[in-house]
């Protein structure tokens, strides 16, 4: 038996109610897919074809209920952007998976945020260069625990929320959603295999916008616990 020569830490999220966790194998991300959000973007909401990019496994921060969670300031940037999403968490894949069928592969829901270096993201944009920059940075998505759907159920619809020092900023339901969940998971495995471990950021409402240092964002989703973060500076 051959030994690496280090171990790597695998990210994990909490499983509500439960001494287990949730190993994380890759974080898909959907774009635009609340048609409020893609006008505010810049582009036509109707429905051309999900795109996807991906964060690195290690950006998650785990989120858990009932604190406010430190989150660093990042490097690099003079707009960083909050985009509260609902994440579904996969313990089955496959390739080519029916709509009907896409469902079946969810372990489970959690809060998360996609958090972006919105200045970062548009400049790669207008070069035409890749986004990961603005999206993949150490951190750049704060997750909850995982609630299972043999417990909770799906979440098809009910409020989706984000509040920076108690101000309402973005609002919307989960059936606001242009590409359901269960579309995304058909779409992603035509292009990628699915496998148990991944997970989907399924898109953000309209009004997304800016946070500062000192500022405490207070993420909602019905039927799950609130995700709450406080912005802070990075370590020297
Ligand atoms: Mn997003």
């Not at 810049?42 to 921060?61: C, L, N, V």
């Not at 496959?94 to 009907?100: D, T």
Request: net charge neutral; glycine share 8%; proline share 8%.
């Amino acid at each position: 038996m051959t030994k690496q020569i280090f171990e790597v830490a695998r990210a994990a999220i909490p499983v509500a109610g439960m001494d287990q966790t949730f190993p994380v194998r890759r974080i898909y991300c959907i774009g635009r897919n609340y048609a409020a959000h893609a006008r505010e973007m810049g582009s036509d909401p109707t429905r051309e074809p999900p795109f996807f990019f991906q964060k690195p496994s290690d950006a998650i921060q785990v989120v858990m209920p009932g604190v406010t969670a430190e989150h660093p300031y990042p490097s690099l940037t003079k707009n960083y952007h909050y985009e509260v999403e609902l994440v579904a968490a996969l313990d089955k894949g496959g390739r080519n998976i029916p709509v009907e069928k896409a469902l079946e592969c969810v372990y489970g829901y959690a809060v998360g945020l996609d958090m972006t270096r919105r200045d970062l993201q548009s400049e790669m944009k207008d070069g035409k260069k890749p986004w990961d920059i603005g999206k993949g940075f150490d951190n750049g998505a704060p997750v909850g625990p995982i609630h299972p759907v043999a417990k909770s159920g799906h979440l098809k619809a009910g409020e989706i929320s984000l509040s920076v020092n108690g101000t309402v900023k973005q609002k919307a339901d989960l059936s606001d959603m242009i590409w359901s969940i269960a579309e995304q998971i058909s779409r992603l495995s035509q292009l990628f295999e699915l496998k148990a471990g991944d997970l989907i950021m399924s898109g953000t409402p309209e009004n997304v916008g800016p946070v500062i240092v000192g500022d405490t964002m207070v993420a909602k989703i019905v039927g799950l616990p609130d995700l709450s973060l406080k912005i802070v500076k990075p370590a020297a």
